[in-house]
Antibody, heavy 118, light 110 residues
Framework: QVQLVESGGGVVQPGRSLRLSCAAS????????MHWVRQAPGKGLEWVAF????????NYGDSVKGRFTISRDNSKNTLYLQMHSLRAEDTAVYYC???????????WGQGTLVTVSS | QSVLTQPPSASGTPGQRVTISCSGS????????VNWFQHLPRTAPKLLIY???QRPSGVPDRFSGSKSGTSASLAISGLHSENEADYYC???????????FGGGTKLTVL
């Protein structure tokens, strides 16, 4: 069965960096684009970034553009989100989600919490 | 301020039908398909509707989606208490070159 497991969250000081991982199993990871989506405390879902199946195309939300980088290692079935210059407003639960043939979001991970605080 | 506009709340009684609206523009809903997600606190969001009106396997036919122009809607018939959740619409936005979400609608079953 499809599984997406995020890791790497934690408490980090403003201005520092953090890298999230999303380990995928149960499907051919290299066939599908992947997304990161976050939810700040008390707020709604916010799309963060997308990467194509082969890593050749990336897209970012305006709030993270220039600070976050999405990447993937298809040999390790793992998606990453490198986050730099973290701000308090980046505090959120971060989810990874996969594309499918005619859409996206059919499977999600359980999320990893990132808290940016001094 | 979300790019897609949803009512912050909706409610209904068990067995009733409720509809949640999602309003966008020509660069998102007007030119791309809409997804609907159900989200319960501390759980992974669940895809309810994709491609405007398609249900993934396992989603009951009590959930239906529609789209007209720059607006979309999610209808839930035969409300159950377990339908209490937050519901979000989402679509690709050609101007922003990314996915945009609605602000979410909290559904209460009275």
């Amino acid at each position: 069965q499809v599984q997406l497991v995020e890791s790497g969250g934690g408490v980090v000081q403003p201005g520092r960096s953090l890298r999230l991982s999303c380990a995928a199993s149960g499907f051919t990871f290299s066939d599908y684009g992947m997304h990161w989506v976050r939810q700040a405390p008390g707020k709604g879902l916010e799309w963060v970034a997308f990467i194509s199946y082969d890593g050749s195309n990336e897209n970012y939300g305006d709030s993270v553009k220039g600070r976050f980088t999405i990447s993937r290692d298809n040999s390790k079935n793992t998606l990453y989100l490198q986050m730099h210059s973290l701000r308090a407003e980046d505090t959120a639960v971060y989810y990874c989600a996969k594309d499918f043939q005619v859409g996206w979001g059919d499977y999600w991970g359980q999320g990893t919490l990132v808290t940016v605080s001094s | 301020q979300s790019v897609l506009t949803q009512p912050p709340s909706a409610s209904g009684t068990p067995g009733q039908r409720v509809t949640i609206s999602c309003s966008g523009s020509s660069s998102n809903i007007g030119s791309n398909t809409v997804n609907w997600f159900q989200h319960l606190p501390r759980t992974a969001p669940k895809l309810l509707i994709y491609s405007n009106n398609q249900r993934p396997s396992g989603v009951p036919d009590r959930f239906s989606g529609s789209k007209s122009g720059t607006s979309a809607s999610l209808a839930i018939s035969g409300l159950h208490s377990e339908n209490e959740a937050d519901y979000y619409c989402a679509a690709w936005d050609d101007s922003l070159n990314g996915v945009v979400f609605g602000g979410g609608t909290k559904l209460t079953v009275l």
